[in-house]
């Protein structure tokens, strides 16, 4: 199976290392679910609404967690991304708290996102990372345009209220993170960018929020997926940044 949105009007490309498209841009965006096996795609049943754009999705076993704008709000909140969880196949969704409100120096009509660049969903558990624009990083004074915060959250759907695990403030909006994915119940797995210093590969407990870090030299990963065994990162390399998937053991 595979799970995708498709929309009306596709999003921007971002100034982002990682290359995220900027959903906050796209409109009429569905999700849609493909079966190898069947070969054929259907929509993924509950996650549209007449005025919503859906995007960013992942499943689990019949749950589905993705993302939305309310395209027939006010612009100052047509442009808030949502995440949204549907628990049960054919289900209604319910909002998950999203990270830390982001500040844009264009306007409050603008996006200070993109917000969500990626979930994980296993089990009972919801990760994802947020990334929005501040205009402060941690303590220091204000800074030029193109800060960002960076943070990784997990959530347990049963007991709602993500936990922070990770958070990164850079003036090069270029020091972001990509991912999650999770590598069993209760660890994460995602890539961090910091500083201009070699990519780092973090894995997170996401119970007792322990970690470990791995170097990956000057990686630049697109995206990334385990299957409890390996981890696979699509990394772009040469000079026309061509995409290329390498597995790695965990640990």
Request: glycine share 10%; hydrophobic share 35%.
């Amino acid at each position: 199976m595979a799970v995708y949105s498709r929309c009306r009007r596709e999003p921007l490309r971002t100034r982002l290392s990682s290359e995220i498209p900027d959903y906050s841009s796209a409109r009429g965006c569905r999700l849609y679910l493909y079966s190898f096996a069947r070969r054929r795609e259907r929509p993924l049943v509950g996650t549209h609404i007449s005025d919503g754009s859906e995007f960013l999705p992942v499943t689990w076993r019949g749950s589905a967690a993705f993302v939305r704008l309310y395209q027939s709000r006010p612009p100052a909140q047509a442009v808030v991304p949502h995440i949204e969880l549907v628990s049960n196949p054919g289900g209604r969704s319910s909002e998950i708290p999203g990270g830390t409100p982001g500040i844009s120096d264009l306007g409050p009509s603008e996006p200070a996102g993109p917000g969500p660049v990626g979930l994980a969903l296993r089990g009972r558990k919801l990760a994802f990372v947020w990334i929005v624009d501040t205009p402060t990083c941690g303590n220091q004074p204000p800074s030029v345009v193109g800060s960002a915060l960076a943070e990784v959250w997990a959530d347990d759907i049963d007991h709602p209220g993500p936990r922070l695990m990770d958070r990164y403030c850079s003036y090069d909006s270029s020091d972001l993170d990509t991912g999650p994915t999770f590598i069993d119940a209760n660890r994460l797995a995602f890539v961090a960018y910091r500083d201009g210093g070699p990519t780092r590969l973090i894995y997170v407990s996401t119970t007792s929020a322990r970690r470990q870090s791995r170097s990956l030299g000057q990686a630049s990963v697109q995206s990334i997926a385990s299957d409890t065994r390996r981890l696979y990162l699509q990394e772009l390399r040469g000079s026309r940044a061509r995409a290329h998937v390498v597995s790695r053991p965990i640990g």
